[in-house]
């Protein structure tokens, strides 16, 4: 059974940063496409950022772009998101995701493994 486990989330002030940890057990890390996902309260989850099975490509929302840096470490299995520049709206509950295709990483629909979240606060 595939299980991925996110850690690294807390409470920063704006302008602040935070590193994101996703540790990927039971599968086949090193073939998965990864991506990280957020959700904020009363809206709906959206896509932060996506990274290929070799890194090779790397994909972000226009909104985290030239702040967010995702990056992923095929012999810990494990995928990280940089987040850096914090801003007030980037709180939400941080999802980290694993996709077995290789295209279509800016979509929900195309993860077919997703962790239980980590809460990121950001304050003002």
């Known amino acids: 059974q595939v299980q991925l486990v996110e850690s690294g989330g807390g409470y920063v002030q704006a302008g602040g940063s935070l590193r994101l940890s996703c540790i990927v057990s039971?599968?086949?890390?090193?073939?998965?496409?990864m991506g990280w996902f957020r959700q904020a309260p009363g809206k709906e989850r959206e896509f932060v950022g996506g990274i290929s099975w070799s890194g090779g490509a790397l994909y972000y929302a226009d909104s985290v772009k030239g702040r967010f840096t995702i990056s992923r470490d095929n012999v810990k299995n494990t995928v990280y998101l940089q987040m850096s520049r914090l801003k007030a709206e980037d709180t939400a509950v941080y999802y980290c995701a694993a996709s077995t295709g290789a295209y279509g990483l800016g979509r929900d629909r195309n993860y077919v493994y997703w962790g239980q979240g980590t809460q990121v606060t950001v304050s003002s």
């Open positions: 039971g599968g086949t890390f090193a073939t998965y496409g």
